[in-house]
């Protein structure tokens, strides 16, 4: 695989003159305004002419340019052009999942974050290994199904969005429903209360909650709305509707703004103090924002199902800060928060410990 190598496509940059670039979808509305918040040139990667008409709706988040592709594989071509415009990628969930992971990690520009650790999220086991060597706990994992004794949840590999994933509280209900083609993971389904914690990770700042290296920051909380369990109650129970083979889906539409009882603030900050410790133990560190998406039981632990590492969508209730970032700077939305490292790590000549 190309190695890319920072430091080098750094020296071609002018780092007073920066764009900030993203595929526009996903959370770029909110990284084009924090941006442009703090002064950054911004351009938009889209594909076809209605994906770019929907920014003339919202004027203060519109990039300042637009890259229009056929395909998003194609940004792959047209490195050189943004080089001059001394791009800087902002990958979100989406950027990656167009792009395809093998392009991402070869994409020959400055990206924000590490790219290192999208083979560790992106494997079930690697991410287990992550979590649960920072102490995290997380759902059960049955490798049997003849011993599925309680509900569990069944998520195939690769599903985007909870796609496909059911809910098993049998062996018999398991087989019935199990798509043998593809592979999957069967995890105790935890019951609780889901938050999804959005942190920002500074390898750079030193004012904050101190880490070893760096601080850390809590932006934002949400919890995704999710098609059709979160209203299926509307026609009738679960247990009902599954008798006559309506079965709930989880597939994400949106997202809700939520805040936490406070006292459960220092366990949300040892967790991600110890994802991050630890990532900087394995691969050089998670930098920049990321999520733990958790089940809080009704002992009040935390259970963490997953980790996205990087700006999730779940942040975009939050474009005039959150109950949360509020108390570290009024108007701070995770797109700004991005943009701000940037700024920071380019006047200080930092750039290469936030980029990669
Ligand atoms: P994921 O793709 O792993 O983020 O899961 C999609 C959705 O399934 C989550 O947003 C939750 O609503 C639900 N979910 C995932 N894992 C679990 C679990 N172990 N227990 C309960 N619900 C879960």
């Known amino acids: 695989m190309v190695q890319i190598n920072i430091q080098e496509l750094l020296q071609l940059y002018d780092t007073k003159k920066l764009t900030i670039a993203t595929v526009c979808s996903h959370s770029s509305l909110q990284i084009f305004h924090g941006a442009k918040k703090e002064g950054f040139n911004t351009l938009g990667i889209a594909v076809g002419e209605n994906r770019k008409k929907i920014y003339d709706a919202f004027p203060l988040a519109k990039p300042d340019e637009f890259l229009m592709v056929e395909n998003y594989k194609d940004i792959l071509t047209h490195t050189e052009e943004l080089k001059e415009k001394n791009v800087i990628v902002i990958p979100h969930g989406s950027f990656v999942e167009y792009l395809g992971a093998d392009s991402f990690m070869t994409l020959d520009l400055p990206t924000f974050g590490n790219r290192k650790v999208l083979s560790w999220e992106s494997d079930r086991n690697m991410e287990r290994k992550w979590l649960e060597g920072a102490g995290l706990t997380m759902p059960k994992e049955i490798k049997d199904p003849h011993y599925i004794e309680n509900p569990v949840i069944v998520k195939y590999h690769g599903a985007k969005g909870g796609r496909g994933f059911f809910i098993a509280k049998s062996y018999e209900e398991f087989k019935r429903r199990i798509d043998k083609d593809k592979t999957h993971t069967i995890q105790e389904f935890v019951m609780g209360t889901r938050y999804y914690l959005h942190y920002f990770y500074s390898p750079i700042q030193k004012d904050g909650y101190k880490l070893d290296t760096g601080t850390l920051q809590l932006l934002s909380m949400d919890r995704r709305d999710e098609t059709t369990i979160d209203e299926v109650q509307r026609l009738g129970s679960i247990a009902e509707l ?20 406070e006292s459960l603030l220092p366990k949300v900050f040892s967790m991600g103090e110890r994802v991050v410790e630890e990532s ?8 920049g924002s990321f999520c733990l998406e958790t089940v809080v039981t009704e002992q009040l ?17 939050y474009i005039s800060s959150s109950p949360y970032a509020d108390f570290i700077e009024l108007g701070l939305s995770t ?22």
């Open 242 to 261: 599954e008798e006559v083979g309506i079965h709930p889906t989880f597939v994400v539409t949106g997202n809700i703004p939520i805040v936490m009882r």
């Open 301 to 317: 632990e935390f259970k963490v199902f997953e980790i996205s590492a990087r700006i999730v969508a779940g942040t975009n209730p």
């Open 280 to 287: 900087l133990k394995l691969f050089g560190g998670i930098i």
């Open 335 to 356: 797109g700004r928060r991005i943009a701000q490292e940037i700024k920071y790590a380019a006047t200080h000549d930092f750039l290469n410990k936030i980029l990669s």
